[in-house]
């Protein structure tokens, strides 16, 4: 079933190039044009079967249905406000960001049908040589409208996600950062600044333990800049949140405290055998 | 190749099963007795094929040639203090624990045929019922020998874990304490610490990301509360650099610095890079 006659992918990484895979696997857009920075990119994404044209200007939006942002996060910004005078009236317009707040606020104001979607199905890997079929399959998509967000375009951008085989959640802009800040960003400054603090000279004589904490921070640190920037204030409360838990154990340590650290422990046990 | 005649491996855990199931399949052993704390265990060991008998007492290393201490760090030094007196002169024992300096110093002046060793095969998972053939084969093990030790029965310690596959790293006690600290003992302090901060009601919108930064906080409680506390003046001093390193990210965050933010990320992709 399609649901979109012409879609325009703007950014043709790992994110929009599998996206623009699963579209047209399971038929649910009639073309799609890619666009990308480096065009070299764009072509591979088409050499991939990713998209259907590369496009060589923001033009390429003039007649779309659907507009689809996944470059990263400061570029979303800068990229929405040049198409918003170009598109069609009635053309939707999404992007996969990893913060939701700024964004949705900002593009609002001049694309009133733009949704906010964040597909937790991005890894440290990136670039259209990474994309891989059916990575939005049973995998989580969280939507973040607004009071003002349409009904109707809601609910075809949810559809769209359900169709790639998504689990949609849908939270405020504001919810979604908060929460992504403890699950998804923390993480990653935790990791980056983990591995910055492990010598160089001993990564040789490292197990399982390390590589697994620290996978993360191989994540692009442009992108990842701009993700810490566009949600800092939540990041900084996760991060005060955090520091907190570490100087606990570090005292229970101090201070030969078995009791206290068997309590950390123990609770962090039960806590991770929920994430599964 | 028979190595050792009588073996006896104490603690049939994870470690311990899987290194009497390689022992038997490379032949290097004639016959291994098992003891676990639990005889159930012991007795599920020699169903899978990792032990040929059961010893229900300590009383068993009395004949052995090898004795393997596979148990917990705190508990490695109890029995090896136990068995002290019952092995024969020429008796080889051998440890898995993951700190060194306690127990080697300990430990050799009791049992001067003592050698530590360290397999980094480990897992968040423990018991007999994940044991694995193969572990310890392209793995690292670093033996731990003072100055004391005999260079004979270490060079039968190191052709024994060649045996089993691995790749021997030989370092002093002191040193592979400090440098386990940072490459194995601060991820898990840091894992633990994690996803002690990380609210319960938020778990469900995790991605890939934070599971893998977490992984090893389902590490038994008990064993590393006592890997901590055998290494706390180590890891304290990693905690501080780690702590540091989180510090200068919280500032160039509070400061919107992006140009700070690059450098720490970027630093971190390169040095991530090297661990594979």
């Known amino acids: 079933m399609k649901l979109f006659n012409k879609a325009v992918i703007i950014g043709t990484g790992l994110i929009g190039a599998s996206l623009g895979l699963d579209l047209k696997k399971r038929h649910l857009v009639s073309q799609i044009t890619g666009l990308s920075r480096h065009q070299s990119n764009a072509r591979l994404a088409k050499k991939s079967g990713a998209i259907d044209y590369v496009a060589s200007s923001l033009d390429a939006v003039n007649d779309a249905d659907l507009v689809i942002l996944a470059t990263p996060v400061n570029s979303i910004l800068e990229i929405a406000f040049k198409i918003a005078g170009k598109i069609k009236k009635e053309c939707i317009v999404i992007d ?15 694309i009133p049908n733009f949704v906010g979607c964040h597909p937790l199905s991005g890894s440290e890997k990136r670039g259209v040589a990474n994309l891989a079929a059916g990575i939005f399959n049973n995998s989580i998509c969280i939507i973040t409208p607004t009071v003002k ?22 939270l405020s802009p504001e919810k979604h950062d908060r929460i992504l800040a403890f699950t998804s960003h923390l993480p990653h400054a935790v990791a980056f600044s983990l591995i910055g603090s492990v010598p160089d000279k001993f990564l040789s004589l490292s197990s399982g333990g390390l590589k697994d904490t620290t996978r993360i921070s191989a994540s692009d640190a442009n992108l990842w800049s701009e993700v810490f920037l566009s949600n800092r204030r939540n990041i900084l409360t996760c991060l ?7 100087s606990v154990l570090k005292l229970a340590l101090e201070r030969k405290n078995k009791k206290l650290l068997m309590k950390i422990l123990s609770a962090a046990n039960k806590k991770r055998e929920k994430l599964g």
């Open 96 to 110: 996969v960001g990893s913060t939701k707040q700024q964004i949705v606020s900002k593009i609002n104001r001049v």
């Open 149 to 170: 967000t349409d009904k109707k375009v809601l609910s075809k951008v949810s559809l769209l996600w359900r169709k790639l085989g998504s689990k949609i959640i849908i």
């Open 240 to 246: 005060l949140a955090f520091q907190t838990r570490l």
